[in-house]
């Protein structure tokens, strides 16, 4: 064994490649090629004169040692974070960094404007977000370490110290040649077009199934489409309509027209972090801009609209029937 040549990133690449069970997924969560992936693992067999993995049609499982020496890697990348953690307290807020796992509508609609009040109080601070698909992802970084902060719909796991951030209600989107009257759709308006939804594990689609299933409607989806901006394409072409979240769904092209749901459906969006971690001033200082800063917004919208309805909505709100 040579093990003074073992290196972390041949570490992180056997977690990585554990938790997913397929090389291609683990090089696009450490942001690195497959074949990079694949020479790490190959090379740290080699340092340690065992096989860490199974390789098959069906992607990559740990051998019996493999899983031994996984939570010793584990262990030893953990320890590296709190090494730096420690080093980040002893900085205060004049260094370290932010860690933020996120999905793509807080992320483009939230944090800019957040992350730029929160730099002109501590430039020295490094923020990065990461954007993951779903809520399970987002979740996953915080729990393995690789996020500070998360941004998640998904209920509060007792794991986890968590707020509401705002509740983001969902609407219908139709094309601009549609024929439905301003205010609520009726369920028989809503059925009558294709629908056009998420994939079924996608959290909002899980969400959107369950309002039909207990208004006692059945949801078929005519096309499943991952991306949100392909799905809003489609709708203004006139292929269909989607029910999307408010967030999701700005920006929206001209002309696609927004009709409130039957019933109203809105997803909770929270902030959280993980209970036992050991979190270092900049996380800390970043939550608390994020409070005050979204408080102001708040307070500054409702003034807004009670001075002078609509002028100072979003497009989408915009777009909205009143009352």
């Known amino acids: 064994m040579n093990l ?17 069970s397929n090389f291609s997924e683990a090089a696009l969560t450490l942001s690195i090629s497959q074949s990079a992936v694949s020479h790490a693992i190959a090379t740290l067999e080699a340092q340690l004169g065992v096989v860490l993995l199974y390789r098959g049609r069906q992607g990559a499982s740990l ?33 370290g960094q932010v860690r933020i796992a996120s ?15 929160f730099r002109e109080n501590y430039p020295a601070i490094a923020v990065t977000i990461t954007e993951y698909r779903g809520d399970a992802g987002v979740e996953d970084a915080l729990r393995d370490g690789r996020s500070d902060i ?7 796991s007792e794991e986890f ?8 209600e969902y609407v219908v989107l139709l094309p601009p040649q549609a024929k439905v009257p301003e205010g609520r759709m009726t369920w ?36 499943e489409i991952v991306e949100d901006s392909t799905i809003i394409s489609m709708v203004m072409k006139g292929l269909g309509i989607t029910i999307m979240a408010k967030l999701a769904a700005e920006p929206l092209p001209f002309g696609v027209q927004v009709r409130e749901l039957p019933t109203k459906l809105t997803r909770v969006i929270q902030v959280a972090t993980l209970e036992s971690a050991l979190n270092p001033p900049p996380v800390y200082a970043f939550l608390d801009t994020l409070k005050q800063h979204w408080r102001l917004t708040n307070n500054l919208s409702t003034a807004a609209k009670s001075l ?3 002028a100072n909505s979003t497009p989408l709100e915009r777009s909205m029937p009143s009352g």
């Open 4 to 20: 003074e040549e073992v290196k972390l990133s041949q570490l992180r690449a056997l977690v990585a490649v554990a938790a997913h």
């Open 161 to 168: 110290d968590s707020w509401e951030l705002m509740q983001d």
């Open 150 to 156: 998360a941004f998640t719909c998904l209920p509060p």
């Open 308 to 310: 002078s309805p609509g």
């Open 63 to 95: 051998t019996p040692v493999g899983e031994r020496i996984l939570k010793h890697a584990q262990e030893m990348l953990r320890s590296l974070e709190l090494l730096g953690k420690e080093a980040d307290l002893s900085k205060g807020l004049q260094g």
């Open 188 to 223: 028989k308006q809503l059925k009558s077009y294709p629908l056009i939804m998420p994939p079924k594990n996608d959290y909002c689609a899980s969400l959107i199934r369950d309002y039909f299933v207990e208004s006692g409607h059945v949801l078929k989806s005519t096309y």
């Open 103 to 117: 999905f793509r509508s807080v992320a483009t609609h939230v944090l800019p404007d957040v992350i730029s009040k």
